[in-house]
T-cell receptor, first 115, second 113 residues
């Protein structure tokens, strides 16, 4: 099946710094990628949807200037958490759909801890 | 408003026993329904999905789910649980073009030996 990878799998950063998370579709072209955030013992909350070559569409309440999403190619989307704060600590998951696929394929997630 | 409810936060069953995880949804259009499993440190894996047709769908790992429109439910079942089934299970509803998924809060399954 289709594989989606994320890098890094976990990251610790200091408050005020920025961190970039990569999401790659390994064996298919991802026309659409999604970014989710998952708090402990809670469900996945969609943050934004990105289409290759277009600006991301953010969900209500998600700060687009804080969570920068770039979907520059059909196999790569990045999420940059700018000026991170401890409350940004969470599990970030990406997923992707593409031509010829009929479902969303999820990456393994990235654990972000802001100290 | 679109939403998914999984009323059971935790469920514990004995190995070999049957399992049913509940899922109710509220969706303004024709729902496309999914069940995913998440193991610690791993991504979500699709167990099964329902788009149309037969309301009883078969998935991987011996799971099945039944869509009941009148009850707005899509419950997941397995006749005999294995210890390796211990994980967190998420129900989700989405649109045809996958532009937005709504996830339930998840049910954590523990399996007793």
């Amino acid at each position: 099946g289709a594989v989606v990878s994320q890098h890094p799998s976990w990251v610790i950063c200091k408050s005020g710094t920025s961190v970039k998370i990569e999401c790659r579709s390994l064996d298919f072209q991802a026309t659409t990628m999604f970014w989710y955030r998952q708090f402990p013992k809670q469900s996945l909350m969609l943050m934004a949807t990105s289409n290759e070559g277009s600006k991301a569409t953010y969900e209500q309440g998600v700060e687009k200037d804080k969570f920068l999403i770039n979907h520059a190619s059909l196999t790569l989307s990045t999420l940059t958490v700018t000026s991170a704060h401890p409350e940004d600590s969470s599990f970030y998951i990406c997923s992707a759909t593409g031509q010829g696929t009929d479902e969303q394929y999820f990456g393994p997630g990235t654990r972000l801890t802001v100290t | 408003a679109q939403s998914v409810t999984q009323p059971d936060i935790h469920i514990t069953v004995s190995e070999g026993a049957s399992l049913e995880l509940r899922c109710n949804y509220s969706y303004g259009a024709t729902p496309y329904l999914f069940w995913y499993v998440q193991s610690p440190g791993q991504g979500l894996q699709l167990l099964l999905k329902y788009f149309s047709g037969d309301t009883l769908v078969q998935g991987i790992k011996g799971f099945e789910a039944e869509f009941k429109r009148s009850q707005s439910s899509f419950n997941l079942r397995k006749p005999s649980v294995h210890w390796s089934d211990a994980a967190e299970y998420f129900c989700a509803v989405g649109a045809y073009n996958f532009n937005k998924f709504y996830f339930g809060s998840g049910t954590k399954l523990n399996v007793k030996p």
